[in-house]
């Protein structure tokens, strides 16, 4: 069956001329006539049998109908283009994944890392997007997600990547200025919004006394937690997986000991098994596996 959609034409003069709430405007920027975007607006109208702007003498104006209507076609227009600039931006010969991955664990682990897989497969694209929560996987539009082990993947196929242990950091200079023999309950201590709790258990398991274990700046990523440690403003309760170059370079101390009750665990998420998955997933898959167990050349 034929499907009822207007002309790309009319479509895009609509856009134009709801946008700028000018036909003449529209005309300019389409280098159209005016009397074209009014022609192909006036087609539009008929095709959908109802009023989109009301016009006032030499003046237009959207309808409640257009109103709403142009935003609907604003958002179909720019993932149109969208998803077209990224079929352009396709290697001739190549593929490309898409993976949905945890914020802080993509810019601190994950891209890092990169290029040995780019090296290993210079054909195969990797596309990273933020995704805080679990989703369904399958339609989603993404090959894979690397997230916590969570009850939500359930019938997915999970891989477990790395355990997360949060250490306390700060930096050398709050040490140093507080003195070697102050205790971690007078310093200065960073939350994060997601683990309010986890001062209070980290605490309990390392024998530490904590006045008011909520007290405190709270930020909203891990990422966030570092750049706040690294800038003095306190003690951050962060994965000391995000952190080994800080460490090493002695821009961030742990002078405490591990958090090791509180922990979670990665993993890699996909729809189906590895050795069923298209090639460039399935060399993906292999790869990060290897890195996280530390078996990458």
């Not at 969570?150 to 790395?162: F, K, T, Y």
């Not at 995000?242 to 002078?255: F, K, S, T, V």
């Amino acid at each position: 069956m034929r499907r009822k959609i207007p002309s790309n034409s009319a479509l895009l003069a609509f856009e134009a001329a709801a946008r700028h709430g000018s036909f003449a405007r529209a005309a300019d920027e389409l280098a159209l006539t005016e009397g074209a975007v009014s022609r192909q607006i006036g087609r539009l109208e008929a095709f959908l049998g109802v009023a989109l702007f009301e016009r006032v003498g030499n003046r237009v104006r959207l309808v409640p109908n257009g109103t709403r209507y142009s935003a609907q076609v604003r958002e179909i227009l720019n993932r149109l283009e969208r998803d077209s600039l990224y079929l352009m931006g396709q290697p001739v010969e190549g593929a490309s994944i898409e993976i949905a991955a945890l914020p802080t664990f993509a810019t601190r682990w994950l891209i890092p890392r990169l290029k040995r897989f780019q090296i290993k497969h210079p054909n195969v694209t990797v596309h990273i997007a933020e995704r805080m929560d679990p989703f369904i996987l399958p339609g989603s539009g993404f090959d894979a997600a690397i997230h916590f082990e969570h009850p939500a993947w359930a019938g997915m196929h999970q891989h477990r990547l790395l355990e997360e242990v949060l250490v306390p950091v700060c930096s050398p200079a709050l040490f140093a200025d507080a003195g070697a023999n102050i205790s971690l309950d007078e310093l200065p201590r960073l939350h994060r919004l997601q683990n309010p709790n986890a001062w209070q258990l980290y605490a309990q398991e390392a024998g530490i006394v904590l006045s008011n274990s909520a007290v405190g700046a709270r930020y909203d990523l891990h990422s966030m937690l570092i750049e706040a440690a690294l800038a003095g403003l306190g003690v951050a309760l962060v994965p000391r997986l995000y952190i080994g170059a800080e460490l090493e370079q002695g821009r961030l101390i742990a002078p405490w000991p591990d958090g090791k009750a509180i922990t979670k665990k990665f993993c890699l998420v996909l729809s189906d098994p590895i050795e069923l998955s298209e090639a460039p997933l399935q060399a993906f898959a292999k790869w990060i596996l290897d890195e996280a167990r530390g078996l990458a050349p």
